[in-house]
């Protein structure tokens, strides 16, 4: 998928994500958000300008989430991403409550709906981590102009072919039929078991 499809999945599938961003002492604050549109621009959601969230968004600009859409843990998809993110008015108000009329139960007048502010996270990074396959598929992507963040390990040309990385991985992911060895990443857990346990610190983490 496209980024901007792993952003439509977020709205359609997900929907309501927990956002995180910090307090005027650098402390995590996390609050329920509900993702109300996407499109190659970002991600756009709605909050009041009296609320603390609305504070922290404008005094740093910078926002982290995420949404998990599954019934059991074995069963569940999460996308995860941080980012950049501007006020983009109200602009757009109009169709997001048209689009979600539960809207107006919350706010029910004119006057009410007058806290309330659109948000775009327009730049991050972002990850896919699906654990309802064998093995786990894991995706990184970006937008915006943002740099790909994934921390992904990887074997590097130390590598002496022993095997030992492969007999602590929980996903068999390593393919030891080539020197260096190779993690495939789109299974990989990120467990740290292959750094560990090399014996040559072949595996590097990116």
């Excluded at 956002?19 to 996407?38: Q, W, Y």
């Excluded at 993110?85 to 997001?96: D, K």
Aim: aromatic share 10%; hydrophobic share 40%; charged share 25%.
């Amino acid at each position: 998928m496209t980024a901007t499809e792993y952003l439509s999945y977020l709205v359609r599938e997900i929907h309501t994500v927990v956002a995180a961003t910090t307090d005027e002492n650098g402390l995590p604050a996390t609050a329920a958000i509900d993702m109300m549109a996407a499109d190659e621009n970002g991600l756009y959601f709605l909050t009041a300008k009296g609320k603390r969230f609305y504070e922290r968004l404008t005094r740093t600009g910078y926002l982290a989430l995420t949404g998990i859409k599954g019934d059991d843990t074995m069963h569940r998809v999460a996308v995860s991403m941080r980012g950049r993110v501007r006020e983009a008015g109200v602009g757009l108000l109009p169709r997001f409550m048209a689009d979600y009329p539960y809207m107006f139960e919350i706010y029910p007048s004119e006057a009410s709906r007058r806290a309330l502010t659109v948000f775009c996270l327009y730049a991050g990074a972002g990850e896919w981590f699906d654990l309802s396959k064998k093995p786990i598929e894991r995706v990184s992507f970006s937008f915006g102009g943002e740099a790909d963040r994934s921390a992904e390990y990887r074997i590097t040309d130390r590598c002496i072919g022993c095997g030992s990385c492969a007999s602590v991985c929980p996903q068999a992911c390593i393919d030891l039929s080539r020197t260096p060895a190779a993690i495939r990443p789109q299974n990989c857990l990120h467990c740290g078991n292959c750094f560990d346990i090399c014996p040559v610190g072949a595996v590097e983490r990116g």
